[in-house]
């Protein structure tokens, strides 16, 4: 299994900031994905985080928006930028150990702009 | 467009009921099928699914996938009220990412 430490648990912040979102895995993986889900919504792909190159993004999600960092095999950033309300949602990252292996998720960010 | 769909999005019951949730999917290169629990904001795993025709049981719950109609379904029996929760179901496909339902929202009544 993996424990995955994610920081903030939540936060309220100002529309117009930016926030990061960190993402520390206990040991050393491929591939890192980043989710959000709006209220009352499921849970939807941002982007695969790629160690040593850019991030793969969805569709509806940009670089500019969201950028993400992976500076190693246990470590991941999400910034959320030029935040607005519609930005509100729980921010999830997600790891997978091995191929054909559960998901496992870090605890979550619950973020507030106003 | 990959998509997956599950049924019903609300489901009330009442303590030792039994429930059957459904999940429907429509992708290009699937590897698998998960099933989540969500209480609070982490879905917790349940389930992972490859083969068709497979149970997974653990405890009241279980779980079986059909690849050839592309469905599977989520069975929790004598429900207690610490089943209340959202329950996921997400397919994973090649790329490794995973592709989520609504998810069905249910709620034990005592």
């Known amino acids: 299994s993996a424990v995955i430490s994610q920081k903030p648990s939540r936060d309220i912040c100002q529309r117009g900031t930016s926030l990061t979102i960190q993402c520390q895995v206990d040991?050393?993986?491929?591939?890192m994905f980043w989710y959000r889900q709006q209220p009352g919504q499921s849970l939807t792909l941002i982007a695969t985080?790629?160690?040593?190159?850019?991030?793969?993004?969805e569709s509806g999600f940009v670089i500019d928006k969201f950028p993400i960092s992976r500076p190693n095999l246990t470590f991941s950033t999400l910034t959320v930028s030029n935040m607005s309300p519609e930005d509100s949602s729980i921010y999830l990252c997600?790891?997978?150990?091995?191929?054909?292996?559960?998901?496992?998720f870090g605890q979550g960010t619950r973020l507030t702009v106003v | 467009e990959d998509k997956v769909v599950q049924s019903p999005l609300s489901l009330v019951v009442h303590e030792g009921d039994t429930v059957t949730l459904n999940c429907s999917y429509e992708?290009?290169?699937?590897?698998?099928l998960l099933w989540y629990k969500q209480e609070k904001k982490a879905p917790t795993f349940l389930f992972m699914l490859?083969?068709?025709?497979i149970e997974k049981k653990s405890g009241r719950l279980s779980s079986i996938l059909d690849k050839k109609e592309l469905f599977s379904i989520l069975n929790i029996t004598a429900t207690q009220t610490g089943d209340s929760a959202v329950y996921l179901c997400?397919?994973?496909?090649?790329?490794?990412?995973?592709?989520f339902g609504q998810g069905t929202t249910l709620q034990v009544k005592p």
């Open positions: 040991s050393q993986v491929t591939m």
């Open positions: 985080a790629n160690q040593g190159s850019e991030a793969t993004y």
């Open positions: 992708v290009t290169n699937f590897r698998s």
């Open positions: 997400a397919v994973r496909v090649n790329t490794g990412k995973l592709i």
């Open positions: 490859t083969s068709s025709g």
């Open positions: 997600s790891v997978d150990l091995q191929k054909n292996t559960e998901a496992f």
